[in-house]
């Protein structure tokens, strides 16, 4: 008995401790589920009141708004509103009687084929793009009804955000139960956007096939039209028939579908190509701030995901200067400056501000129209030698830190099977990286890139924004030739970068934009480094050049500081494109000129100047009363003067000649150090020696030298210690000297000279030669004699001083009479030099000298009446001597 109760008492134990765990381990499941329900119900109430705050602060159903755009305003880098881009627009407004069931069945189709089933949303169609979404990915499917458009169109923004989307929803449902379908499907078709600035099916019916009656829409028609409101641009049938061509063919298969046509039906509407069904475009005339508005409507685009500016009711603000916008309009009418060749002639161009990238202005053409072709943003053309600064030699200066003395060897060259030539077909041997991009030298460049490698061009071309697509950079982009193009957009932003201390900025046209109900949206781009100051720098101070001695001179701007680069691209003997990119610290201004897109006519050479005909004006107007400050040397930069010629870089010696030194740009890290030994002195003359011929009455003088090659020498003379003057030049080491006076002293000079400059002149080897009667004495007989002169004359009474002076000039006259009278008598007379008519008594003629030359006599001035007898050797007419 006390072995079974003892059982019965453990496994009662036991089976109270089995019942314990099993309460312990529900307990905790429990506690588990309450806390997730919990945790479930909040957030439910958290999405609920997020829900219901979103509603309340849903925008009202605004009766007026439901059938036409949602205007937005465009204002200027001022805040001025500059444009009110829906009051402009054409409109037709249409009733649900006027819509044919074919266009209806092809927008049901295709937008919402349970339209006449649902509340305003799709609750199907939504768990169906729920379910695309996360097998395609997000984004792979919408879910949005025609009612919901019509929303979003009328009252909300294009932000893919959690608010718009339920406050989308939630007034969809309230349109839906306010208004008809037939209401709603007319309110979609008169305010939807087709395209080509058509706002409502009529008016796109009208514009794209000519047609005022809807009823008269064929199948192909409607299924063209119906497919255009998903993207208005992109599948633009003028300028992109093929898409628009594969759109309308889908609109086809989804009617066929849900049945709403035969695959037959279907089958013929296909066969209709797009470029038959269009009428010839009608675009309207542009307002001046047509093109630049143009570029806000692609910006606001790509960065607003596919917002549109005509619809969506923004507030857009802009760095638009109507100044600069009407300068710009000025310089492309036929009113302006430029003397158009022709009418097909286009021109476009882009201003920006040097130091944020902000677009100023925006010349889309020649006579720009509404929705046309906007030559300055959407060309893609070579830009030619613009590009050498962007892709040569930019990056030549930032990664080898070369100078802009760097020497290039302007050759021949050929590269593989490339043999290029520079524009002249002429080859200039060594020249300096200045002088080759200044005077836009195609060899240079392109051994430029290829010496710090293609790889490192495109790398620093690309900062510039520069695409090169995916074949990458080629070494022919070096002078522009390769396959990228450009616009001159893209241009102004990459030359802006050179004057803004190395910095980019993309250019843009809008700063902000205000979105209803949803706050303001930043859209300034975030400047960033494409280089160092130094190249910067460097490369602005090359291209001042180019405007001051090279191929810009045509576009310089006196007084201001502004560098500029121009461009041509050639095909043989066919130049299609012409380009000139010129900067400040202020404004930046890209310019092309050509056919439009057809790049096979080429240009006059009075096109080619058209832009720098038009640059030159146009800066000079945006500069005027502006203060434009110099580009600014960084520390990293240092001008040295260096040899000309030297190479490498040599600094002058202190026999360098001046007109053999030029200044340069170094990087700090990179300048010569070494002195150049081209240039030196000249050794001096050895054993000068002069001797008084008393045969001949001359002077000869003779002097030895070493290696005379390339020597001359320069011999000049002074009488009786007066001025040294310069007698003749002669390669001989010998001179004979006629036309001497006798009874003078003559101290001679003799210089070594450099026939090439390339030496310093030697110091001067002199010598003097006394003639006889020459003033020998010594010094102290000299002044006794000079004294006893003095003195006679005092005691001489003043009518025999008068006759003395009166005897002297008769004398003189009687031998300049002789002389006159020996040189008509033979020019080569035994009494004188006949040749120049002087000549002394006593001195015989003499034309055997070596290297013979006479000098002409310097004027002579009157003597005045001196108080000194006519017969003192150092008053006798003193002649200067001929060698």
Same mark, same amino acid.
């Given at each position: 008995?006390?072995?079974d109760?003892?059982?019965?008492?453990?496994?009662?134990?036991?089976?109270?401790?089995t019942?314990? +765990?099993?309460?312990?381990?529900?307990?905790?499941?429990?506690?588990? %589920?309450?806390?997730? %329900?919990t945790?479930?119900?909040?957030?439910?109430?958290?999405?609920?009141?997020? !829900?219901?705050?979103?509603?309340?602060?849903?925008?009202?159903?605004?009766?007026?708004?439901?059938?036409?755009? =949602?205007?937005?305003?465009?204002?200027?880098?001022?805040?001025e509103?500059?444009?009110?881009?829906?009051?402009?627009?054409?409109?037709?407004?249409?009733?649900?009687?006027?819509? #044919?069931q074919?266009?209806?069945?092809?927008?049901?189709?295709?937008?919402?084929?349970?339209?006449y089933?649902?509340?305003?949303?799709?609750?199907?169609?939504?768990?169906?793009a729920?379910?695309?979404?996360?097998?395609?990915?997000?984004?792979?499917?919408?879910?949005?009804?025609?009612?919901?458009?019509?929303?979003?169109e009328? =009252?909300?923004?294009?932000?893919?955000t959690?608010?718009?989307?339920?406050?989308e929803q939630?007034?969809?449902?309230?349109?839906?139960q306010?208004?008809?379908?037939e209401?709603?499907?007319?309110?979609y078709?008169?305010?939807?956007?087709?395209?080509?600035?058509?706002?409502?099916v009529?008016?796109?019916?009208?514009?794209?096939?000519g047609?005022?009656?809807?009823?008269?829409?064929?199948?192909?028609?409607?299924?063209?039209?119906?497919?255009l409101?998903?993207?208005?641009?992109?599948?633009?049938?003028?300028?992109?028939?093929d898409?628009?061509?594969?759109?309308k063919?889908?609109?086809?298969?989804?009617?066929?579908q849900?049945?709403?046509?035969?695959?037959?039906?279907?089958?013929?509407?296909?066969?209709?190509?797009?470029?038959?069904?269009?009428?010839?475009?009608?675009?309207e005339k542009? &307002?001046?701030?047509?093109? %630049?508005?143009?570029r806000?409507?692609?910006?606001?685009?790509?960065?607003?995901?596919?917002?549109?500016?005509?619809?969506?009711?923004l507030?857009?603000? &802009? &760095?638009?200067?109507?100044?600069?916008?009407?300068n710009?309009?000025?310089?492309?009418?036929?009113?302006? #400056?430029?003397?158009?060749?022709?009418?097909e002639?286009?021109?476009?161009?882009a201003?920006?501000?040097?130091?944020?990238?902000?677009?100023?202005?925006?010349?889309?053409?020649?006579?720009?129209?509404?929705?046309?072709?906007?030559y300055?943003?959407?060309?893609?053309?070579?830009?030619?030698?613009?590009f050498k600064?962007?892709?040569? @030699?930019?990056?030549?200066i930032? @990664?080898?830190?070369?100078?802009?003395?760097?020497?290039?060897?302007d050759?021949?060259?050929? !590269?593989?099977?490339?043999?290029?030539?520079?524009?002249?077909?002429?080859?200039?041997?060594?020249?300096?990286?200045?002088?080759?991009?200044?005077?836009?030298?195609?060899?240079?460049?392109?051994?430029?890139?290829?010496?710090?490698?293609?790889?490192?061009?495109?790398?620093?071309?690309?900062?510039?924004?520069?695409?090169?697509?995916?074949?990458?950079?080629?070494?022919?982009?070096?002078?522009?030739?390769?396959?990228t193009?450009?616009?001159p957009?893209?241009?102004?932003?990459?030359?802006?970068?050179?004057?803004?201390?190395?910095?980019?900025?993309e250019?843009?046209?809008?700063?902000?934009?205000?979105?209803?109900?949803?706050?303001?949206?930043?859209?300034?781009?975030e400047?960033?480094?494409?280089?160092?100051s130094?190249?910067?720098?460097?490369?602005?101070?090359?291209?001042?050049t180019?405007?001051?001695?090279?191929?810009?001179?045509?576009?310089?701007?006196s007084?201001?500081? /502004?560098?500029?680069?121009t461009? &041509?691209?050639?095909?043989?003997?066919?130049?299609?494109?012409?380009?000139?990119?010129? @900067?400040?610290?202020?404004y930046?201004?890209?310019i092309?000129?050509?056919?439009?897109?057809d790049?096979?006519?080429g240009?006059?050479?009075?096109?080619?100047?058209?832009?720098?005909?038009i !640059?030159?004006?146009?800066?000079?107007?945006?500069?005027?009363?502006?203060?434009?400050?110099? !580009?600014?040397?960084p520390?990293?930069?240092?001008?040295?003067d260096?040899e000309?010629?030297?190479?490498?870089?040599?600094?002058?010696?202190?026999?360098?000649?001046?007109?053999?030194?030029?200044?340069?740009?170094?990087?700090?890290?990179?300048?010569?150090?070494?002195?150049?030994?081209?240039?030196?002195?000249?050794?001096?003359?050895?054993?000068?020696?002069?001797? =008084?011929?008393?045969?001949?009455?001359?002077?000869d003088?003779?002097?030895?030298?070493?290696?005379?090659?390339?020597?001359?020498?320069?011999?000049?003379?002074?009488?009786? +210690?007066?001025?040294?003057?310069?007698?003749?030049?002669?390669?001989?080491?010998?001179?004979?000297?006629?036309?001497?006076?006798?009874?003078?002293?003559?101290?001679?000079? /003799?210089?070594?000279?450099?026939?090439?400059?390339?030496?310093?002149n030697?110091?001067?080897?002199?010598?003097?030669?006394?003639?006889?009667g020459?003033?020998e004495? #010594?010094?102290?007989?000299?002044?006794?004699?000079d004294e006893?002169?003095?003195?006679?004359?005092?005691?001489?009474?003043?009518?025999?001083?008068?006759?003395?002076?009166?005897?002297?000039?008769?004398?003189?006259?009687?031998?300049?009479?002789?002389?006159?009278?020996?040189?008509?008598e033979?020019?080569?007379g035994n009494?004188?030099?006949?040749?120049?008519?002087?000549?002394?008594?006593?001195q015989?003629?003499?034309?055997?000298?070596?290297?013979?030359q006479?000098?002409?006599?310097?004027?002579?001035?009157?003597?005045?009446?001196?108080?000194?007898?006519?017969?003192?050797?150092?008053?006798?007419?003193q002649?200067?001597?001929?060698?």
């Amino acid at each position: 008995m006390s072995n079974d109760s003892q059982s019965r008492s453990a496994r009662r134990k036991q089976a109270q401790s089995t019942k314990k +765990g099993k309460t312990k381990k529900t307990g905790k499941v429990k506690r588990i %589920f309450m806390i997730l %329900f919990t945790i479930g119900l909040l957030l439910a109430l958290g999405v609920g009141l997020l !829900f219901s705050y979103y509603i309340v602060t849903a925008p009202e159903l605004d009766a007026s708004k439901l059938s036409v755009p =949602f205007s937005s305003k465009v204002y200027d880098q001022n805040d001025e509103l500059v444009a009110d881009l829906a009051s402009d627009e054409k409109r037709t407004k249409i009733t649900y009687d006027d819509i #044919p069931q074919v266009m209806e069945d092809a927008v049901l189709a295709t937008e919402d084929v349970r339209f006449y089933d649902h509340m305003g949303i799709d609750f199907r169609r939504i768990g169906g793009a729920v379910i695309a979404n996360i097998t395609g990915g997000f984004g792979a499917q919408g879910a949005s009804t025609i009612t919901q458009q019509v929303v979003k169109e009328s =009252f909300l923004s294009q932000e893919k955000t959690l608010k718009r989307k339920v406050q989308e929803q939630y007034l969809a449902i309230k349109l839906d139960q306010e208004y008809t379908k037939e209401e709603i499907l007319e309110m979609y078709l008169n305010k939807i956007y087709y395209g080509d600035g058509a706002y409502g099916v009529a008016v796109a019916a009208e514009t794209y096939f000519g047609k005022k009656d809807l009823s008269e829409l064929t199948l192909p028609e409607a299924a063209l039209l119906a497919g255009l409101p998903q993207r208005p641009s992109g599948y633009m049938p003028y300028d992109h028939p093929d898409l628009a061509q594969k759109r309308k063919n889908t609109v086809l298969s989804l009617m066929v579908q849900h049945g709403k046509i035969t695959e037959a039906e279907a089958e013929e509407a296909r066969n209709v190509k797009v470029e038959d069904m269009l009428v010839e475009r009608q675009t309207e005339k542009a &307002t001046p701030y047509q093109a %630049f508005i143009d570029r806000v409507e692609e910006e606001v685009r790509e960065k607003m995901d596919g917002a549109e500016i005509y619809e969506d009711g923004l507030k857009i603000y &802009t &760095t638009l200067d109507t100044d600069a916008q009407d300068n710009v309009q000025q310089m492309l009418s036929n009113e302006g #400056p430029i003397a158009w060749p022709d009418d097909e002639l286009q021109t476009s161009l882009a201003v920006t501000d040097t130091k944020t990238g902000a677009i100023r202005a925006i010349g889309g053409g020649r006579n720009y129209q509404k929705g046309g072709y906007n030559y300055a943003t959407d060309i893609n053309r070579q830009p030619g030698s613009t590009f050498k600064p962007i892709t040569a @030699y930019g990056p030549a200066i930032e @990664y080898d830190k070369i100078s802009t003395y760097h020497q290039i060897k302007d050759e021949k060259t050929d !590269f593989g099977n490339w043999s290029p030539n520079n524009f002249d077909n002429q080859f200039r041997g060594w020249v300096s990286a200045r002088y080759a991009l200044s005077r836009s030298l195609n060899i240079p460049a392109i051994k430029t890139l290829q010496e710090v490698g293609v790889g490192k061009g495109q790398d620093f071309a690309e900062g510039l924004g520069i695409d090169f697509g995916e074949d990458g950079m080629a070494l022919n982009d070096a002078i522009g030739g390769g396959n990228t193009g450009v616009n001159p957009v893209q241009l102004a932003g990459a030359y802006a970068a050179f004057g803004n201390e190395g910095v980019y900025n993309e250019p843009f046209t809008v700063r902000k934009v205000e979105v209803p109900g949803e706050g303001t949206i930043d859209l300034t781009p975030e400047p960033e480094s494409a280089m160092s100051s130094y190249t910067a720098y460097m490369i602005s101070d090359m291209l001042k050049t180019t405007m001051t001695e090279g191929s810009g001179r045509a576009a310089n701007i006196s007084g201001l500081p /502004v560098a500029g680069k121009t461009g &041509t691209t050639n095909f043989g003997d066919v130049a299609p494109d012409s380009w000139f990119s010129g @900067y400040t610290t202020n404004y930046t201004i890209s310019i092309w000129t050509g056919y439009g897109e057809d790049n096979s006519r080429g240009l006059s050479d009075a096109s080619k100047d058209i832009p720098k005909q038009i !640059f030159k004006p146009l800066m000079t107007e945006l500069s005027q009363g502006v203060e434009t400050k110099d !580009f600014s040397k960084p520390d990293t930069v240092v001008s040295v003067d260096v040899e000309e010629g030297s190479n490498p870089a040599r600094l002058p010696s202190a026999y360098t000649p001046e007109s053999r030194i030029v200044t340069e740009l170094f990087h700090v890290d990179n300048q010569p150090s070494k002195v150049s030994k081209t240039f030196q002195k000249l050794d001096s003359v050895k054993g000068l020696a002069g001797k =008084f011929n008393e045969e001949t009455g001359s002077i000869d003088l003779s002097w030895k030298y070493g290696d005379a090659d390339g020597v001359t020498f320069r011999v000049a003379a002074s009488i009786d +210690g007066g001025e040294s003057r310069e007698l003749t030049t002669t390669g001989d080491t010998s001179l004979e000297i006629t036309n001497v006076n006798q009874g003078s002293s003559y101290e001679f000079s /003799v210089t070594a000279i450099s026939s090439d400059e390339d030496a310093q002149n030697s110091d001067p080897a002199t010598v003097r030669v006394d003639t006889p009667g020459s003033n020998e004495e #010594p010094e102290e007989e000299a002044e006794e004699q000079d004294e006893s002169q003095e003195e006679n004359t005092e005691e001489q009474p003043e009518d025999e001083q008068q006759q003395e002076n009166e005897q002297e000039n008769q004398d003189q006259t009687d031998d300049s009479g002789n002389d006159q009278g020996n040189e008509n008598e033979n020019d080569s007379g035994n009494n004188g030099q006949g040749n120049n008519g002087q000549g002394n008594g006593g001195q015989g003629g003499n034309n055997n000298g070596s290297d013979e030359q006479q000098t002409p006599e310097p004027p002579q001035e009157e003597p005045p009446a001196q108080d000194q007898p006519a017969d003192q050797p150092d008053q006798q007419p003193q002649e200067e001597p001929a060698a």
